[in-house]
């Protein structure tokens, strides 16, 4: 069972920074792909991005394309998602997931394990 743990939401002004942390649990993080989706009140969670387990593939909406980048370190059993140049419309509650995934990356939610989220607040 993995447990994950998302940190590092906050409020900030349009055009800022933030990083996401997401902590998980467990010895087989690296056997894991992870990603990162959000959420707003009364509209279905959407994707954002995706790592493979070993980080050598990553995925993005189209809506965070050049803006957005996710990373992991395995050693650390962690996974980032550094979003730059925010705008108010990403504003939302972010979720990290976790799924066995020998190859690739998962964009759908198909997820097994999700976390509790974090929010994200952008100020325009």
């Known amino acids: 069972q993995v447990q994950l743990v998302e940190s590092g939401g906050g409020l900030v002004q349009a055009g800022g920074s933030l990083r996401l942390s997401c902590a998980a649990s467990?010895?087989?993080?690296?056997?894991?792909?992870m990603g990162w989706f959000r959420q707003t009140p009364g509209k279905e969670r959407e994707f954002v991005a995706a790592i493979s387990r070993r980080g050598g593939n990553t995925a993005y909406a189209d809506s965070v394309k050049g803006r957005f980048t996710i990373s992991r370190d395995n050693a650390k059993n962690t996974v980032y998602l550094q979003m730059n140049s925010l705008k108010a419309e990403d504003t939302a509650v972010y979720y990290c997931?976790?799924?066995?995934?020998?190859?690739?990356?998962?964009?759908?939610?198909?997820?097994?394990?999700w976390g509790q989220g974090t929010q994200v607040t952008v100020s325009s």
């Open positions: 467990g010895r087989t993080f690296s056997s894991y792909g």
């Open positions: 997931a976790a799924k066995l995934l020998p190859h690739g990356v998962l964009e759908r939610h198909e997820y097994d394990h």
